[in-house]
């Protein structure tokens, strides 16, 4: 049986994550408490259900924090898990709820809403690092959607080289493992023949690869991730995100992005994501 379980923080994006899974085939399971988890999965295999994803957050209150250990057992069963927790900056999910006008799940008359967001983060911070992470501040449905896809199609028994363009000016992706800053090489953007396109077209491929400070660039962060990776792996990661960020997230780091993803596809298992184009 495969499990993919679902959680992270309220308005980052779980409800989209848990719909794709059921449409992609999946049997899906919304709010469940934690401490019924294994219950669930083993009256489900009885059943002959083959492929399950379980949303678990903190609705389920204070059983949420006993998930890692849950989680541990059911693998020891020999069950093929798979975490995925969705994450958002703290303004964008206090934006979220205000324009909905939808209660926190930690509402109590009290606290207010960036307490009730800073609260269930705290309550979360044992699960954020068991699975892959994505963080979904800046991303709309469709894009969250595809990420989505993705990341039901790789092979999970090995480790996923992901590389993330983004721009400072929105901020650092909160999924990040490894951050390289690329501002310091000369922008495209300042030339009005390259201001409107990306990093992926062929006139500012052509101009970086036309700036040796741009080579040098790839050079070095391509060596270094080829001499740690090992390392990652031996940790028995599931992911590495490495995040190359310029400032507006369309350009340079596009471009080295798609540059180190077609350097490393031949020895990993490569995504790409360029978070300001999504």
């Given at each position: 049986?495969?499990?993919?379980?679902?959680?992270?923080?309220?308005?980052?994006?779980?409800?989209?994550a848990l719909k794709v899974l059921e449409d992609s085939g999946y049997y899906c399971v919304d709010n469940l408490p934690a401490d019924l988890l294994a219950a669930l999965v083993e009256y489900?295999?009885?059943a002959g259900y083959t492929s399950i994803a379980v949303s678990i957050d903190?609705?389920?209150?204070?059983?949420?924090?006993?998930?890692?250990?849950?989680?541990?057992?059911?693998?020891?069963?020999?069950?093929?898990?798979?975490?995925?927790?969705?994450?958002?900056?703290?303004?964008?999910?206090?934006?979220?709820?205000?324009?909905?006008?939808r209660l926190h799940p930690l509402s109590d008359g009290v606290r207010t809403l960036p307490e009730c967001v800073s609260r269930e983060r705290d309550m979360l911070a044992g699960i954020s690092d068991i699975g892959h992470h994505i963080d979904t501040s800046d991303l709309k449905a469709?894009?969250?959607?595809?990420w989505i896809k993705q990341f039901i199609k790789v092979d999970r028994a090995r480790l996923t080289?992901?590389?993330?363009?983004?721009?400072?000016?929105?901020?650092?992706?909160?999924?990040?493992?490894?951050?390289?800053?690329?501002?310091?090489?000369?922008?495209p953007h300042y030339n009005p023949a390259l201001q409107p396109l990306t990093?992926?077209?062929?006139?500012?491929?052509?101009?970086?690869?036309?700036?040796p400070g741009a080579q040098d660039m790839f050079s070095d962060i391509r060596d270094f991730v080829e001499r740690w990776l090992p390392s990652f792996v031996a940790d028995n990661r599931s992911?590495?995100?490495?995040?190359?960020?310029?400032?507006?997230?369309?350009?340079?780091?596009?471009?080295?992005?798609?540059?180190?993803?077609?350097?490393?596809?031949?020895?990993?298992q490569v995504l790409v994501r360029h978070r300001e184009l999504a």
């Open positions: 049986m495969q499990l993919f379980l679902i959680s992270g923080l309220s308005g980052s994006g779980k409800s989209i489900l295999q009885g903190v609705r389920s209150a204070n059983s949420v924090q006993r998930l890692p250990p849950l989680l541990q057992k059911i693998k020891q069963q020999g069950l093929d898990v798979h975490v995925l927790f969705l994450d958002a900056q703290d303004d964008t999910l206090v934006k979220r709820f205000s324009e909905t006008r469709n894009a969250l959607q595809a080289l992901l590389f993330q363009s983004f721009g400072y000016k929105h901020g650092i992706p909160l999924d990040s493992d490894l951050v390289f800053d690329v501002r310091c090489l000369p922008n990093g992926r077209d062929a006139a500012v491929i052509e101009f970086l690869d036309n700036t992911y590495l995100t490495v995040a190359i960020g310029c400032t507006g997230g369309r350009h340079r780091s596009v471009y080295l992005a798609e540059k180190l993803a077609r350097y490393f596809e031949h020895q990993q």
